[in-house]
């Protein structure tokens, strides 16, 4: 497997070792001996699959009391997928980093808890998946506006942004900056 270390510490893209023939291929999609060697030590406890459609964007999201780390991946189609630094007093506090996930580059995206996660999808539909570090809990979700200025992300869009209703309320980063989690550096 390939680890890539990203821009910004903590984010990790994994690419796990394909096996090919004229039958198809075979992959494991997670391994924990494998991923400890390579460094993600994260505990999983829940997993998530969701399906969207074109022009999709969903998040930035986040969990505030119960922070989940994130493994990502595209199962079906492909998407931008984006990280953005929320540990305030962070060298990267504000910084967000993006890749294309997709089922033919079969890509992983670790994202470390207190970072804000969303992705815009790229295909005419995606099926993404996710193993997170802590349960989802409804009342702590909270997030960050898709198109925040100061953050200022470009989605590759490739036509008008679908957005939830809930998702199109989200405060920015400078309403919300005092409720974000402080930056703590790993020894």
């Known amino acids: 497997m ?7 510490p903590g984010l990790l893209i994994f690419e796990p070792q394909t096996f090919t023939d004229s039958r198809g291929w075979f992959l494991e999609s997670y391994n924990e ?3 400890i060697r390579s460094g993600l030590t994260a505990k999983f406890v829940q997993d998530n699959h969701s399906y969207s459609i074109k022009n999709v964007v969903r998040g930035l999201h986040f969990q505030h009391h119960h ?15 984006v990280a953005v630094d929320i540990r305030t007093g962070s060298p990267t506090f504000g910084k967000w980093f ?47 506006r898709w198109n925040d200025p100061e953050i200022d992300i470009d989605w590759h869009l490739q036509g008008k ?27």
Not at 175 to 185: T, V
Request: aromatic share 10%.
């Open 161 to 187: 942004a679908i957005i939830s209703d809930k998702d199109a309320v989200l405060p920015t980063l400078a309403q919300i900056r005092d409720k974000l989690p402080l930056y703590s550096p790993t020894p």
């Open 98 to 144: 993006g890749v294309m996930l997709s089922a033919e580059n079969k890509k992983q995206l670790y994202i470390p808890p207190n970072f804000a996660h969303g992705f815009s999808v790229m295909s005419e539909d995606a099926e993404f998946m996710y193993k997170c570090t802590d349960f989802y809990h409804p009342g702590d979700e909270i997030g960050l």
């Open 2 to 8: 390939q680890v890539t270390q990203t821009p910004i």
């Open 33 to 35: 001996e494998k991923y």
């Open 67 to 81: 922070p989940q780390g994130k493994l990502v991946r595209v199962v079906v189609g492909e998407v931008f997928d």
